[in-house]
């Protein structure tokens, strides 16, 4: 199975600043043939299920604000909140689904406000 | 309104057995469709999922052999059939759907509580 982590564990930051959280798989979750990088991203607030903000690791879920950014390749990928509001205090999670069925989770990211 | 609801999470012995539901709307139900489990207070981990046509189905190492994941497209229903139940498998399980054309998990329902407990 592909291994996921994430760095770091949990991040307070002031509102309106930038929150950064880091993803890293154990191996590529590049596919060459169509190169797409099978890893999505989640919010989960407290009492919700998660919800799909990011997929193909930088093409943003229709709706999820702007201000929510994915990047990287391979095996190391970046979430960003340009300027962290309020209702953006959640759990956030990395997926990969390259290695299909065997999906696998980042161990999640707790962002809390300063 | 694209929507899954989940039902069927209870109490349960270890070693019995339970049938969680899911039912689908607003949407066509050709997807391939998740199970994705959540214990108390920790991370997500995905269960098993479903060819659209009930065809192909796949499981977590640790759930094969006592849990079934069935789909009845006539009524728009996934189902998880969990037998031989252990503390281990206390948690919330999301009815999730995968994208058609990007394969992540774009729609989630809310979630049904299992609780494995003597």
């Known amino acids: 199975d592909i291994v996921m982590t994430q760095s770091p564990d949990s991040l307070a930051v002031s509102l309106g600043e930038r929150a950064t959280i880091n993803c890293k798989s154990s191996?590529?979750?590049?596919?060459?043939?169509?190169?797409?990088?099978?890893l999505a991203w989640y919010q989960q607030k407290p009492g919700q299920p998660p919800k799909l903000l990011i997929y193909w690791a930088s093409t943003r879920e229709s709706g999820v604000p702007d201000r929510f950014s994915g990047s990287g390749s391979g095996t190391d990928f970046t979430l960003t909140i340009s300027s962290l509001q309020a209702e953006d205090v959640a759990v956030y999670y990395c997926h990969q689904y390259y290695n299909t069925p065997s999906f696998t989770f980042g161990p999640g990211t707790k962002v809390e406000i300063k | 309104e694209v929507q899954l609801v989940e039902s069927g999470g209870n109490l349960v012995q270890p070693g019995g057995s339970l049938r969680l539901s899911c039912a689908a709307s607003g949407f066509t139900f050709n997807y391939w469709m998740n199970w994705v489990r959540q214990a108390p207070g920790k991370g997500l981990e995905w269960v098993a999922d479903?060819?659209?046509?009930?065809?192909?189905?796949s499981y977590v190492d640790s759930v094969k052999g006592r849990f079934t994941i069935s789909r009845d497209n006539a009524k728009n229903s996934l189902f998880l059939q969990m037998s031989s139940l252990r503390a281990e498998d206390t948690a919330t399980y999301y009815c999730?759907?995968?994208?058609?054309?990007?394969?992540?998990?774009?729609?989630w329902g809310h979630g049904t509580v299992v609780t494995v407990s003597s």
């Open positions: 999730v759907r995968e994208g058609r054309t990007m394969g992540a998990f774009d729609v």
């Open positions: 479903i060819h659209p046509d009930g065809s192909v189905k």
């Open positions: 191996q590529s979750v590049l596919y060459n043939s169509n190169n797409k990088n099978y």
